[in-house]
């Protein structure tokens, strides 16, 4: 079995593509690049990334958002909702739940996915708390150098839990949920991000321009705009 699982490994490799990623950025019209927000639960992160998708998408960018608990229902479904259609030995083997093992590879899984959006020129948004800095890390290593764009939304701990949006920090401080991040597992803030969003003290809609804003300056997208047959475009379209 080892040697037909080494002989498989082999035999994987990579394909070039006809269409290039340049060639896709070229008809988009702006660069693909990944925005990776991070932060605690109840912090902004979706409300953020929402914000920031919508102001993209009426620019005529190509994007695409990945949430988290979105993510959690199909591509890592825990391992309770894969068991009924799949059975219980697929659903221990591919499920995902919350320990430490599970949210790394929820991480890696998401990271692969956001590459693959971003070889096709699509801005991908990721609202994923995302709590170990070795795991934000390693999606950065899997890009090009630029393409990780890390976010950090940020708001104290108490700030969080009181808007504690599904209740999950009561059930925590209850005992009724254990490793839950910022209570009984940590949040590894990142050290260097490409940008700090204080969520605590400005509005969702404040905090989507300073990501626009840095997305002009960094060439990700073009600072004026206009419109051909509907779509926006910029400068270097």
């Known amino acids: ?34 925005l990776w927000f991070t932060g605690l639960s109840g912090c902004g992160k979706s409300t953020v990334a929402n914000a ?47 320990g430490p093992q599970d949210r790394e590879e929820n991480i890696r899984r998401i990271g692969a996915v956001a590459e693959l959006f971003v070889q096709a020129a699509t801005i991908t948004l990721t609202a994923f708390i995302s709590p170990y800095r070795r795991d934000r890390d390693a999606v950065r290593a ?21 808007r504690d949006p599904k209740g999950l920090y009561k059930k925590a ?29 400005h509005q969702p809609e404040a905090l989507a321009a300073e990501v626009i804003a840095w997305l002009e300056r960094a060439g990700k997208i073009n600072e004026s705009v206009g419109s051909i047959g509907g779509r926006h475009i910029g400068r270097h379209s």
């Open 1 to 34: 079995m080892a040697e037909e699982q080494r002989s498989e490994l082999v035999d994987v490799r990579w394909h070039a593509h006809a269409v290039s990623r340049e060639d896709r950025e070229r008809a988009a019209g702006h660069r693909g690049c990944v």
């Open 52 to 98: 920031v998708d919508r102001l993209l998408y009426e620019r005529g960018c190509r994007t695409f958002l990945l949430d988290g608990d979105n993510v959690r229902h199909g591509l890592n479904a825990a391992p309770a909702l894969l068991e009924a259609r799949h059975g219980a030995e697929f659903a221990r083997r591919f499920g995902l739940g919350f």
């Open 142 to 162: 899997m890009l090009p150098a630029g393409d990780f764009v890390e976010i950090h939304v940020k708001a104290p701990l108490e700030v969080c839990e009181s």
């Open 173 to 201: 401080r209850a005992g009724e949920i254990k490793g839950f991040t910022g209570i009984d597992d940590p949040y590894e803030e990142p050290l260097h991000p490409e940008l700090v969003l204080d969520s605590a003290s």
